[in-house]
């Protein structure tokens, strides 16, 4: 069957380096950051959009 040959240890896969490891997680930082922006950003036009009486109504 395909994929389940025995594998060296050579083939399993890419080793990142440490520096590597550095990069990708500052990556992930900076795109979750750029999201929470667009996020805030989104909610905000939409309040705006909307008008301040949308907070003061009855619940």
């Known amino acids: 069957m395909w994929g ?3 594998v060296n240890e050579e083939e399993q896969g ?3 380096t440490d520096a ?3 990069a990708r997680r500052s990556r ?3 795109i ?3 999201l929470v922006a667009l ?3 989104f909610y ?3 309040i705006v ?3 301040p009486g949308v907070l003061d109504r009855a619940l």
Do not use: D, N
């Open 32 to 34: 979750a950051l750029v």
């Open 49 to 51: 959009k909307l008008g």
């Open 44 to 46: 905000v036009v939409t």
């Open 28 to 30: 992930s930082i900076a």
């Open 39 to 41: 996020v805030v950003l």
């Open 20 to 22: 590597q490891k550095k």
């Open 4 to 6: 389940l040959e025995p």
């Open 14 to 16: 890419i080793r990142l």
